[in-house]
C-alpha cells in the first residue's frame, strides 16, 4: 500500500515478540527447572474456548466475514472504551499507521517524528503514507520519545509526531500536545502496545488527534490473525479512513478517494468483542505480575520507570543490563522465555538505507543504549505467581553467573 512504491522490504520482525514461532514456543533447556514461555497464548485461548467457538458460529451464520456487523460492533465497542467518538477497523496497526497520515493529508514532502526506540512498523507507517520519517531520541528512564529532542526537531516541512505507547506506558502527552499546538502539528498516538493504558486518568486512544492500535495476536487486546484499529473523535478523519480502508468507497460502488484494501475481517471483530471484555482483569493480572517481578530483580538488572500518571499495562516487562547477549542466554539456558525490543534501533534498519531523504541522526544515545542493553522478561496475564518467582531465581542465578565468570 506504499503510496511511493519506495520501499518493498520483507515484514521486519523484533527477536522474540515477532517470530510465529516464538508464541508460546520457549520450552525448558535444563531438566530441573520447569520453562517459564515468553507468552502463552494457548493458556489464554483455552479459557475462552466455548466464547470464541461462538463467536465463529455466530460469523458463520451470518456471512458477514468482510466488514459487517461484528466490524461495526467491535468499532463501537472499541471507541467506548477508549473515550473516542470513532474506531476505524483495518488490517494490522501498521495499515492504520499508515492510513491515519493519508486521512490527514500527511504524505511527499512532509516530515513526520517517531522515536527511533520503535517496532519498525512505525517508521514504516510514515513511509508507506509517502512521508519521511525523522528519527527521535528517547528518555533513558522510560524508552518513550522525548519532547525535549522533539523540540529540536521540529522544522519548516515538521507535519505530525507519532509518540509511541512503548512497553504499555503512555509518552509524555501533555508536553508533546503542547509542542504540537505551538507550531501545528498533527500527533498520531501509536498506541499499538497500549490497550487500556492511560495518561492522567485518559485513555490510550483518546489522547492525540487520532491514535493506530495493533490488534496483533499477542498483544494485551489481541485477534487470531493479523488486525488494526484507528481511533479519533475527529468524524471527518473517521470518514475518510473508512473509505481509505475499503478500496475508497463511501458508499457500495461510490469510489471517491485512490483507496486500499485494509479492512477488518468480521471473523476477527468478533473474536476481539469476547476479548475485549477481559482486557481490564488481564491488564490488572500484567499489572501485578509486574510488580512482583520488580520486587524479585537482582539489582544488576535495571527495570522500566513507570510514572504515577501514567499506569503501564505491561504489554512487555523489559528490563536493561550492560551484559545483555550473554544475559539472554543464561536466562534461556535457565528455561526462561525472553526477548529483545528493539534491535537494531529503529533507524538503523537496512530497510531505510534506500530512502535518502529520512533523518537520521548520527547520534540517538539514549535509543542506542536501550537497543544494546534491553531484553523483555515474560509477561502475560496468565503466568502464575510460581512462575513469577521462578523468572525472579532465574534472574539471579544469571546475573550471579555472569559475576562469577567476570570475578
Ligand atoms: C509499536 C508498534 N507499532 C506498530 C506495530 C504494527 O502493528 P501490526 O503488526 O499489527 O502491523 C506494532 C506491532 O507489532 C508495534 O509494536
Redesign the pocket.
Known sequence: MSARAAVDAPRAV?LG??RPRDLGAEVSRRADSPGVPFVALARQHAALRDELRGAFERVLETDAFILGREVEAFEHEFAAYCGVGECVGVA??????ALVLMTARIGPGDEVIVPAH??I??AL?VVHAGATPVFCDVQRDTGLIDPERVKELVGPRTAAIIP?H?YGQAAAMDQIMAIARRHGLFVLE?A??AHGASFDGRRAGSLGDAA?F???PS?NLGALG???GICTSDAELAARARALRDLGQRRKGAHVLVGYNERLDGLQAALLRVKLGYLERWNAARRRHAERLRTGLPHELTPLAEHPDTPCVYHLFPVRHPARDRLVELLRAHGIGVGVHYSPAAHRHEAFDALPACSRPAELPESEAWAREELSLPMFAELTDAEVQRVGAACAAACGELEGAHA
Open positions: 523484533g515478540e515477532r494490522s496497526g501498521t495499515a492504520a499507521l520503535t517496532f512498523a512505525t507507517g509511541v512503548l501509536d499499538a502496545q493506530a495493533s490488534f496483533y498483544k493479523d488486525g488494526g
